[in-house]
């Protein structure tokens, strides 16, 4: 067996057929062309083990996050599974626009830190794609800088995860979204996926936002409506603790939205039923409580927004599944959504970190409406796109470039 002529074609053969350990070793020692390094018999071994790899059972992940990425990593850096949490979730504001809120967390022992006069530093790329999930096509992509430092004493171990947070506007729609995180400390970088549905709020069956925990949370006064913050609902902005991971000081809540349909009534009552299970052999008993909204409550735009606290004093320590049921008095009921977390009775688990850095705030401007008429645009959704524009054209007949934008899109 031939290994191939160039430095490329044997490391595209080798991370697509081979383990990482041979894909690590092939890159500073390919015969035909030397990337420096020191040499040794071992990895002279391993790429002679190339002739076994027929018979070997090999990881992919290495190769599938390069095809993944292709054409948006730098060459300069190379790939390196980074453990990292993400939190996800969606949210529609008072005009039933969604908005799509993603928050990330690094435990310190897997963060890589810069250092200069004793001062510790880390510097992050994250690069988010946004593609249409039935053809492919890139409906948003954007570049995130996050670089935080730390106060630290030389040579003590980083004692805080690093955390940063987004909110990306989406219209109604199938979307696949990617993550590369860039390590510009270290120049590698980490890949992650993941398929969402964005629900039309008018046409839609009953929708269960994805459930999350908050840690702590505070109540704003003093808004600019035309403000979006990541994880900021409302009046409250949410601490939602990246890791899943929890202690008996915090004070944790729990909070969702629901949307009803509107086109025939207001249902008479709303009710949710939260369930707290702890993962263990036999299954115990869940902690349960419900929240009802009754139909004075609701209003006519078919948005309802829970937010509950968690009665702690009924946990233990433990691992547990929350489950949140939704049921309307018209017999509708909504799809139940789950997600899972830790929590430790008085141990510490998660230690202090830095706020989270915020992306945002995401500007409700010209430019944002601009932006949402173009999704539905690559969608192929042009009646949308022209309907979005007369609807915002109506409270905001002086925008010139709505205007203009919206002659194009009749023209054509």
Do not use: C
């Amino acid at each position: 067996m031939q290994i191939a002529p160039t430095r490329q074609q044997a490391l595209n053969y080798i991370y697509e057929r081979a383990g990482v350990e041979l894909w690590q070793a092939a890159q500073t020692y390919i015969p035909s062309e030397p990337l420096g390094g020191t040499w040794s018999p071992q990895q002279e071994l391993l790429i002679s083990s190339i002739d076994n790899l027929g018979n070997t059972m090999v990881d992919s992940t290495w190769a599938e996050s390069f095809l993944a990425t292709r054409g948006r990593v730098s060459t300069r850096l190379s790939f390196r599974n980074l453990p990292l949490n993400i939190v996800t979730t969606t949210f529609f504001n008072q005009q039933k626009e969604a908005f799509f809120h993603a928050g990330f967390e690094i435990r310190p022992e897997d963060l890589k830190v810069g250092e200069i006069d004793t001062r510790f530093y880390s510097v992050f790329d994250i690069r988010t794609v946004v593609e249409d999930a039935r053809t492919g096509r890139e409906i948003l992509a954007r570049v995130n800088h996050w670089e935080t430092q730390f106060k630290e004493d030389k040579g003590q171990p980083m004692a805080q995860p690093v955390s940063f947070s987004q909110v990306v506007p989406l219209v109604p729609g199938h979307y696949k979204i990617l993550w590369v995180i860039d390590d510009l400390i270290t120049e590698t970088f980490s890949f992650r996926q993941q398929e969402i549905i964005i629900p039309d709020p008018d046409h839609t069956d009953p929708f269960l936002s994805r459930p999350l925990l908050a840690k702590r949370y505070k109540r704003l006064e003093n808004l600019r409506s035309n403000e979006i913050y990541p994880f900021r609902i409302f009046n409250i902005q949410y601490d939602p603790g990246f890791s899943e991971a929890y202690n008996k000081g915090d004070n944790l809540s729990v909070f969702f939205q629901y949307l009803f349909p509107t086109g025939s009534s207001i249902p008479e009552q709303i009710q949710f039923e939260i369930l707290l299970t702890r993962k263990v052999l036999p299954v115990p008993e869940p902690v349960r409580f419900e929240h009802t909204v009754p139909k004075e409550r609701l209003s006519d735009d078919g948005i309802v927004f829970v937010h509950r606290q968690i009665p702690v004093a009924k946990l233990i320590a433990g691992d547990y599944d929350l489950v949140v049921n939704s049921k309307q008095s018209d017999g509708l009921t909504s799809t139940s959504d789950k997600i899972s977390f830790s929590y430790r009775d008085g141990e510490i688990l998660v230690r202090p970190r830095p706020d989270a850095l915020l992306s945002g705030p995401k500007i409700i401007s010209t430019r944002y409406w601009l932006e949402r008429s173009r999704q539905f645009e690559l969608l192929e959704r042009r009646d949308e796109a022209i309907q979005e524009l007369e609807r915002v054209l109506t409270d905001n007949p002086a925008a010139a470039e709505l205007k203009k934008r919206l002659e194009e899109l009749k023209k054509n």
